[in-house]
C-alpha cells in the first residue's frame, strides 16, 4: 500500500510570546491551522519542521538535509514580514524589521529542497522568502513606496478582503484555471515583491501591477502565491484554491521516497 505523502511546513516563530501564555522567556514554534487542514484535505500528512537555532539543538545532530530526505513537499507558511537585512537593506521603520532568524532557517529548508528535487509552495510570506533565497528584494511597506496602489491589507477585515488577481498568458497557472484569467482572491500582506528574483517568471498580478504569483524556472517545482490559498476553501467566490493543491501534491508524489 502505497503511504500518504509527508508535506513539511515550515514554523511561525514568536520569540518573545506574551507572559500570560505561561512561556514567560521562552520561543514559540507554531502553524496557523487551517493550512494544515488545507493539505490534509487531500489526505496527506503535514509535519511541522522546528527551526534549529543556536543555543537548541546541535547542529550535529540535526541536520536540514535530514528534514528535507524525510518528505515530499514543503510548504513555506506566512507570518512575520521578511527581514530587509535579508535582501540588503536596512528597515525604513523598526516595525518592518521582520525575523532574520525565521528568515535563515527557511533559506536553508528552501535550498535543500532544490538540492534534494523537493518540490516548495510559498504562502504569502513565503512567496516573499522564496524571491530573497534567488536574490530579489522587497517593497518593505507598499503603503510607503508605492503610494499609488491599492489597499493591500485591512486590519479589520483581515482575510476578508479581497482584489482581483489577472493571471499571466501561457503560466502555469494558466494550465490550471482555464480561458479565464481574471480571479478574486484574498490580501493580507503590506509588502510585496520589488525586484523579482533570477531563474523566476511572475505568474499573477494585482490591479495595480503587485506580482501575485511567481515561479521558479527549471527542473525543480517551486511556485508561490501572495494571497492565502488556504483561506479560500469556505468562500466560493475566491479562486478555487484545488487546482494549486493538487498541481503541487502532483509534484510531490513524484518525489515521494
Known sequence: MTRPLRIGLSPRILHNPPAELGFRNKTLQYLEQSVAHWIMRRRALAFMLPAIESGGVERSSVRISDYVKEIDGLVLQGGADVSPISYGETPIRPEWSGDRVRDLYEMELFWECVVQGKPVLGICRGLQLINVALGGSLYQDIVTECPDAAPHVDAVLYDRHRHQVHIEENSRLATLYGNN????????????????????????????????????????????????????????????????????????????I
Open 181 to 256: 484569467p481574471v480571479h478574486l482572491v484574498n490580501s493580507i500582506h503590506h509588502q510585496a515583491i520589488k525586484r523579482l528574483g533570477r531563474d523566476s517568471v511572475v505568474e499573477a498580478v494585482s490591479t495595480d501591477g503587485i506580482i501575485e504569483a511567481i515561479r521558479m524556472r527549471g527542473e525543480c517545482y517551486v511556485t508561490g502565491f501572495q494571497w492565502h490559498p488556504e483561506f479560500h476553501f469556505d468562500a466560493s467566490e475566491l479562486l478555487d484554491s484545488g487546482p494549486i493543491l493538487d498541481d503541487f501534491l502532483s509534484a510531490a508524489k513524484k518525489q515521494r
